[in-house]
């Protein structure tokens, strides 16, 4: 079985700091990780994932995540924010082998102040 | 291409009337998911189709719930009696494969209020 647990229902930056939105992942199994980012009255987009390839994994709008077995983490940062970050965030896992299901977590509301 | 199409955006209804969402996946995806949003909640899924095979309906509650999948293409999902804790967003979701390693594409979603 997989679970994500994401910390922090909320995180506020202000435009052009560092965002660090944090995710920890458990799987019996090695295990794919995805971020999604949902707009409001939109579906999810998906920002970036990992299957297995490097660990440091960069996605669309400059955000990068990286894969830590160690720590079984999978946080999900961008150096400098924007104003159009500001949307709900989310942290997906599945098994890697047979027809597999994304388990989300709770979600990570971004507010992004001028 | 065009993306994953859901209709109707909102619903609202009255506790213990019926509802139906339809979902029509990208060309080519052989596999559909309904997902259940609550408000604050992160998605959960109810429904995974391969084809017109259900591959996982574990968390359907199949005494109100029910969804096909006609040849394999469009879906529907449908709530009969709906109950107060129903209301939610409502998403479809296809992949090309099963595994979620492509990354799935979601529709906008019907926002499902239940008064």
């Known amino acids: 079985a997989q679970s994500v647990t994401q910390l922090g229902s909320h995180v506020s930056v202000s435009e052009g700091a560092l965002v660090l939105l944090r995710c920890n992942y458990s799987?019996?199994?090695?295990?794919?990780l995805f971020w999604y980012v949902q707009y409001p009255n939109q579906g999810l987009q998906l920002l970036l994932k990992y299957t297995s390839a490097a660990t440091l994994v960069k996605g669309i709008n400059g955000f990068e995540a990286e894969f830590k077995k160690s720590e079984t983490s999978f946080h999900l940062t961008k150096p400098s924010a924007h104003m159009s970050d500001a949307a709900e965030y989310f942290c997906?896992?599945?098994?890697?082998?047979?027809?597999?299901?994304?388990?989300f977590g709770t979600g990570t509301r971004l507010l992004v102040s001028p | 291409e065009a993306g994953v199409a859901q209709s109707p955006r909102y619903k609202i209804i009255e506790k213990r009337q019926s509802v139906a969402f339809w979902c029509n996946p990208i060309?080519?995806?052989?596999?559909l998911y309904w997902y259940q949003q609550i408000l604050g909640q992160g998605p959960k899924l109810l429904i995974q189709?391969?084809?017109?095979?259900?591959?996982?309906d574990s968390q359907l509650p199949k005494d109100r719930f029910s969804a096909e999948r006609l040849k394999g293409v469009d879906s529907t999902l449908k709530i009969q009696p709906a109950k107060l804790e129903d209301s939610a967003v409502y998403l479809c979701?296809?992949?090309?494969?099963?595994?979620?390693?492509?990354?799935?594409?979601f529709g906008s979603g019907t926002r499902l209020t239940v008064v």
């Open positions: 979701a296809s992949s090309l494969e099963g595994s979620p390693r492509g990354g799935y594409t």
């Open positions: 060309s080519g995806h052989a596999t």
């Open positions: 997906a896992v599945s098994g890697s082998t047979g027809f597999q299901k994304l388990v």
């Open positions: 189709f391969q084809n017109n095979g259900v591959v996982d």
């Open positions: 799987s019996s199994v090695p295990p794919y």
